[in-house]
């Protein structure tokens, strides 16, 4: 049980398109999904999470008009990079947790998605 | 000071030992402790979730927690090669949605 995908698991796009990463949890409601980006080497840094049907609350330094996300589902979660620029590039992570972990607050992470800005 | 502290290694152990690994939190206030095991290039996933001071066995880990002093760790008997990875503790505080999360100790499994 609590699996979570993550498409696409690589992506390459050019500097300025914009690119939208899906995370679903497959076998369980997600009522919150986090998003996370990681550097090579570094530890995870969390973007921002995302309570189904409400806007996402970022962390601080994240841009949310650069990062969109979107949870309109319990099962369902994207992130959009809108006008991508090399620095953007990076690992990014979906995690979703279920109702009934709540309070004690396990996490599952997706595989993750590579992405890559020329 | 951090929040959640680990140290980054990396640890080498040789195979067939214990690894021990170590997490300290600065939050009093914290209820859940996790560690994950994460593998180069690969996602995070979670072994172990403690809740209540003491140890929790699952296989060949145990999870060691004391709220007093403000520390978890994870052991792992009998390593194996296939454990060499970076392990992530994670701290959940009471009301928070987020796991606060130390930088990861790279253990390395020597045959």
């Known amino acids: 049980g609590a699996v979570v995908s993550q498409h696409p698991s690589r992506v390459i796009c050019k500097s300025g398109t914009s690119v939208k990463i899906e995370c679903r949890s497959l076998d369980f409601q997600a009522t919150t999904m986090f998003w996370y980006r990681q550097f090579p080497k570094k530890s995870l840094m969390l973007m921002a999470t995302s309570n189904e049907g409400s806007k996402a609350t970022y962390e601080q330094g994240v841009e949310k008009d650069k990062f969109l996300i979107n949870h309109a589902s319990l099962t369902l979660s994207t992130l959009t990079v809108t006008s991508a620029h090399p620095e953007d590039s990076s690992f990014y992570i979906c995690?979703?947790?279920?109702?009934?972990?709540?309070?004690?607050?396990?996490?599952?992470f997706g595989p993750g998605t590579r992405l890559t800005v020329t | 000071q951090k929040e959640v502290e680990q140290n980054s290694g990396p640890l080498s152990v040789p195979e067939g030992a214990i690894a021990s690994l170590n997490c300290t939190y600065s939050d009093r206030v914290s209820q859940s402790f996790f560690w994950y095991r994460q593998y180069s290039g690969k996602s995070p996933e979670l072994i172990m979730s403690i809740y209540s001071n003491g140890d929790k066995e699952d296989g060949r880990f145990t999870a060691q927690l004391n709220k007093a002093s403000q520390y978890v760790s994870l052991l792992i008997r009998d390593s194996q090669p296939s454990d060499s990875a970076t392990y992530l503790c994670a701290v959940k505080t009471q009301g928070a949605q987020k796991l606060v999360f130390g930088q990861g100790t790279r253990l390395t499994i020597n045959p």
């Open positions: 995690s979703a947790r279920e109702w009934s972990s709540a309070t004690w607050g396990e996490q599952y």
